[in-house]
């Protein structure tokens, strides 16, 4: 395998280390005991037996690389503030990773199998795919690309190939088949069907695979393909198409890196949609080439709670380390309790939630199994699982010995690594074998089953067992294998939802906030949770200039006001020109003072319209009407937009600052009042003071404007005779053609 280089430091680098795996795993040691010592109270025999024995495993199979590169780039996202996942996968099985900072989750603890993860008689490489917050995930990949190097980077390629409809619909655009012919005939093709499939089968077979609607559609098929019309030519060319390359793209989460130049290495190409090179092997050919793969994916509830945190911390000026919380805590039982855990991450569909409140979860085990059972396959079981913790359905064990492993699931089992936990207490399978022995049953392996049962049953019978209920023991192990879960995932995933459940539960509104915002584009999604927060009895306030920021935000008074952002035809720049110049120069006063400040470029005319539809300016108490009544073939809107552009105008060419310099016109602005305030704003006095309200007149009272235009051009003479510059007369003739 192709491992980018990883620089161990020098106390234990080893000058005759050629290829520099022995200073690696020095080094991966030295992390791991260090790491133990933070994670571990007291480091027992067992422990350090587990810890040796997984060292050994990863020494044997050459990759302590592999483990360091991601140790590293990990606490590196941790350093520069980008939330990692407690684990993802079979990872969380490993002592190591748990203790160089990869993993979160006591694997010992869980009874999580390393062996899971790497098998020590089968060795491949690991696998560790890593969540991170999806806002924080470019930015660690990013980081990787400045440490790694540009062109030791790349995406993985993926090939889109014809299907069956879409091989119908590009022959007959071809052929020039009619539309409405060529969207018929594609429709006749079954779902997850092919054409290649239908066309093989005989009648009889036909019959068996497909019945109802689909068989008739599926002969009507077939006789149009034995037509000489176009239609016919159609599906003839079209099956010969099916399966051919039709695009490309980039995998979503894959990320390879090399030691060595790609170009050098692999075939690669460059895309539109990304700043990294592409490999033109799609995933599969890149893992078979040996190279490292990894997947940097994106989880939004990573964000949530990230988001959340900042606000508790902006709000309480508290800092929680959500790593470390209390996994024995009662109120946030209490949310899964009483089923409360709409968005709560993997607990929030209705079934789940249903069962939730049967169930009455009082224990992290609990929510373990339960995210593990609630999936097509073991879902038959959690009535059973709810009976038995409750005392209603007898625990029973077809031997002693499997209670153990099976207590914490009231006697069923849930999880694959309690079949290989079992396999080796019962049978004493070795570490690997119990590995394969869940992998042959899991997918269905015949060889691998029929070379593991005969071990099994006479491991079981050297044991004093007796054969006809380890029988039944494997019976039951072959049914259930095929539903049986990864303990390592549904745990990790199970403490990302008891997380959320505990924001929920101590911090509702910062929660629910938080929430919102990683939703904003989904109006499902922001309907949705605004129902939970009036169930939850938080107010959730419409948006207001003077208090929204681009997300849903929190008051102190624990009310959510909205996010700005989630506004319909609101900008993020847009945003941001509200935001900044309400944070430089404080809250907006009025409507006019709010069109006068913000930067109309970002914030035009149809953000604003949004802005009052949507409530954003009720604190200046103005009917929402108002602002769209038309005047002079002009909305209210439009005048101030162009009141704006004027003053503008006017600070341009004549030097606004010059105004500020004339005692007579105090306080020179070229801000407006709202209209209909007062019927008689102009009098000489207020010119004189050349204040909002009086600028207001100038514009919109006719009755006035010869006055005012005499006044204005008089002084504007003191101005120009002032200050030396020069006005033109242009600009008094554009300011009387507008007032008029």
Known sequence: VDLPSFNVPQPFTDSGDSNGLESQNKFLRHL?????????????????ERINFELKVIEKSGYPGYFLIVQDFINKAREIGVSVGPGRGSAAGSVVAYCIGITDIDPIQYDLLFERFLNPDRISLPDIDIDFDDEGRNKIIDWVVSKYGHEN??????????????????????????LNEADRIAKLVPDLTSLSEIFSLEK????????????????????????????????????????????????ACGIIITSDNLVNTIPVLTSKDSELLVTQYDNSAVENAGLLKMDFLGLKNLTIIKDCLKIIKHLHQKEIDIRNIDLDDNLTFEIFKDGNTTGIFQFSSDGMRSHLKNLKPDKFDDLIAMNALYRPGPMEYIPNFIKRKHGKEEISYDLPEMEEYLSQTYGITVYQEQVMLLSQK????TRGEADSLRKGMGKKIKSVIDELKPKFVNGCKKNGYDETVVEKIWSDWEKFALYAFNKSHSTCYALIAYQTAFLKAHYPAELMASILANHMRDIKD?????????????????????????????????????????????????????????????????????????????????????????????????DRSRYFHVEDEQSYIEKMIKFVAIGALIEKNLGMSKFKEISEFKG????????????????????GQFGEASIMTIIVQNKFKDEVMQLLAKHLNVLNSQSG????????????????
């Open 32 to 48: 791991c005991f260090e790491g133990a010592k933070k994670r571990y109270v007291e480091i027992t025999q067992d422990i350090e």
């Open 668 to 687: 020179v602005e070229y801000a407006f009042v709202e209209t209909g305030r007062s019927n008689d704003l102009f009098q000489e006095k207020q010119f």
């Open 526 to 622: 922001i309907t949705l949770y605004m129902e939970e927060c009036k169930k939850m009895n938080i107010k959730v306030l419409c948006p207001d200039v003077n208090e929204s920021f681009y997300k849903f935000a929190v008051n102190k008074k624990s009310e959510i006001r909205f996010g700005l952002g989630a506004i319909k035809g609101v900008g993020e720049s847009a945003v941001n020109s509200i935001v900044e110049e309400r944070k430089q120069n404080g809250i907006y006063k009025s409507f006019s003072d709010f069109v006068k400040r913000v930067e109309l470029r970002s914030c035009n005319k149809r953000t604003i319209e949004s802005l009052v539809l949507s409530g954003g300016f009720d604190s200046f108490e103005i």
């Open 204 to 251: 009889d077979e036909l019959k068996k695979r497909f019945t109802g609607d689909q068989l008739k559609n599926v002969n009507e098929l077939i006789s149009i393909s034995k037509g000489e019309d176009l239609s016919s030519q159609t599906i003839n060319n079209a099956i010969k198409v099916e399966g051919s390359l039709r695009n490309i793209g980039t995998h």
């Open 426 to 429: 019962l049978a004493n399978f």
């Open 153 to 178: 980077v790349a995406q993985i390629v993926t090939y889109g190939k014809m299907a069956a409809k879409s091989s119908i619909r590009d022959t007959a655009r071809v052929l020039n088949l009619p």
């Open 725 to 740: 510059l020069i006005f033109e007369e242009k600009n008094i003739d554009a300011l009387k053609s507008f007032s008029s």
